[in-house]
């Protein structure tokens, strides 16, 4: 079988690999969403996560200013709210209100969680060393939560241009980790 040359601007739909999430922050203006699926775990304990967000992102500077944010995860039957949320402006338009999502307080943040989602978590900036260079922030989540009635999310997953996957099967495999 012959290969054939991958434009550059599709190599993020190959490595993507965590679902799709809403950010949420919250400042002066009030809180905020914005759709991200540029993260990575990076540590265990505490748990890490290192995330790109555009310096162009309306929810870059509340980040960079209050130094905390509210990870949501959504399952497929957000996928509209994900896309709405991802395609406007939260300088524009308030995106709970106009997503139909309900914000809830968090334990240990400002930033709401969104109640629809299955998993929030709260995180606080852990080292913002390469957000000057690079917009990564290195996050810790410092609450987390989850829906026990959710036993098997089917997440979405980013392919680029408007595509999406959506998380399937769970393959359990002999492994040492704990």
Request: hydrophobic letters at 40%.
């Amino acid at each position: 079988m012959a290969k054939r040359s991958l434009p550059l601007s599709r190599v993020y739909g190959l490595l993507e690999t965590g679902p799709v999430v809403l950010i949420s922050v919250a400042g002066r203006a009030g809180a905020n969403i914005m759709t991200q699926s540029w993260h990575t775990m990076m540590e265990f304990e505490p748990p890490l996560v290192g995330c790109v967000i555009s310096g162009r992102n309306y929810s870059f500077g509340i980040l960079r200013k209050t130094r905390e944010c509210v990870i949501n995860i959504p399952t497929l039957e957000l996928a509209a709210q994900v896309v709405k949320c991802g395609n406007a402006s939260g300088e524009s338009i308030d995106k709970f209100q106009a997503c139909g999502l309900t914000p809830l307080p968090a334990a240990q943040v400002k930033a709401p969680l969104i109640a629809e989602c299955y998993a929030n978590l709260e995180c606080r900036v852990y080292d913002s060393r390469m957000v000057n260079k690079y917009n990564f922030f290195v996050l810790e989540v410092v609450k987390a939560w989850t829906d026990p009635k959710v036993k098997n999310p089917r997440t979405l997953h980013h392919r680029g241009m408007g595509a999406f996957m959506v998380a399937g099967e769970t393959v359990k495999l002999a492994s040492r980790a704990k």
